[in-house]
Nanobody, 121 residues
Framework: QVQLVESGGGLVQTGHSLRLSCAAS????????MGWYRQAPGKQRELVAT???????NYADSVKGRFTISRDNTKNTVYLQMNSLKPEDTAVYFC???????????????WGQGTQVTVSS
């Protein structure tokens, strides 16, 4: 099995920063792309940022210039540095990853359980 565990969420004021971490563990050969998504109350889950195995990144327009995604392949961990936070960034943040595992012919996507980020005005 593969597990993803997020940490770093919390309550902050507008304009402040948070850094989310997501560590992968379990049985897998390697990790392809990793990403962060978020879901606000009453809304669908949306893409925040992704990072490929070669480091190429992609961001939602709403977070460009404020958020930075990175990964440490030696630790099987993906990070999300969030600066200049706004109330509209309030959501549960989920990480995911595409894992090469012995029981599947293709990469399998796994998700973390989510971490709450609340930005007060």
């Amino acid at each position: 099995q593969v597990q993803l565990v997020e940490s770093g969420g919390g309550l902050v004021q507008t304009g402040h920063s948070l850094r989310l971490s997501c560590a992968a563990s379990g049985s897998f050969f390697d990790i392809n792309g990793m990403g962060w998504y978020r879901q606000a109350p009453g809304k669908q889950r949306e893409l925040v940022a992704t990072i490929a195995s070669d480091g190429i990144t992609n961001y939602a327009d709403s977070v460009k210039g404020r958020f930075t995604i990175s990964r440490d392949n030696t630790k099987n961990t993906v990070y999300l540095q969030m600066n200049s936070l706004k109330p509209e960034d309030t959501a549960v943040y989920f990480c995911n990853g595409d894992f090469r595992v012995r029981w599947a012919a293709t990469y399998m996507r796994y998700w973390g359980q989510g971490t709450q980020v609340t930005v007060s005005s």
